[in-house]
């Protein structure tokens, strides 16, 4: 029997998948080392095509990690100013200081990919 698909619901997790590719790290490292970054440059940064640093901006935008203007036909990027303290608060939990949250709360189950039994 196949197992059922899972989608991935808390922030804080969507944080860290967000922060462990390597090219979106190197993203957020050059980030923290100016106040914001024009989404063109990224690629001298990342080794990689401007299609795969627009896709590893989307994904970094929807983990909450950075936030982007438009100027023009460019986006310019930053850290989102929250995301050290949510590492921080992150790293505090998990040295004992906090309470860590159940693994099985973390995840649902999908319903499109539940198989329906007759009930009975």
């Known amino acids: 029997m196949a197992r059922p698909k899972t989608?991935?619901?808390?922030?804080?997790?969507?944080?860290?998948q967000a922060l462990a590719d390597p090219t979106r790290l190197a993203i957020v490292r050059e980030l923290?080392?100016?106040?914001?970054?024009c989404a063109c440059d990224f690629s001298s940064c990342c080794d990689v095509r401007q299609p795969t640093v627009s896709h590893h901006l989307k994904v970094l935008r929807e983990a909450g990690v950075v936030e982007a203007d438009r100027r023009?036909?460019?986006?310019y990027y930053r850290l989102a100013p929250a995301v050290a303290d949510?590492?921080?608060?992150?790293?505090?939990?998990l040295s004992g200081a906090g309470q860590l949250i159940p693994a099985s709360t973390l995840r649902r189950p999908d319903v499109t990919a539940?198989?329906?039994?007759?009930q009975g």
């Open 86 to 93: 949510r590492l921080r608060a992150l790293a505090s939990d």
């Open 32 to 37: 923290a080392g100016a106040p914001e970054v």
């Open 114 to 118: 539940v198989s329906l039994r007759p």
């Open 72 to 75: 023009g036909t460019w986006f």
């Open 7 to 16: 989608t991935v619901i808390d922030p804080d997790v969507r944080l860290f």
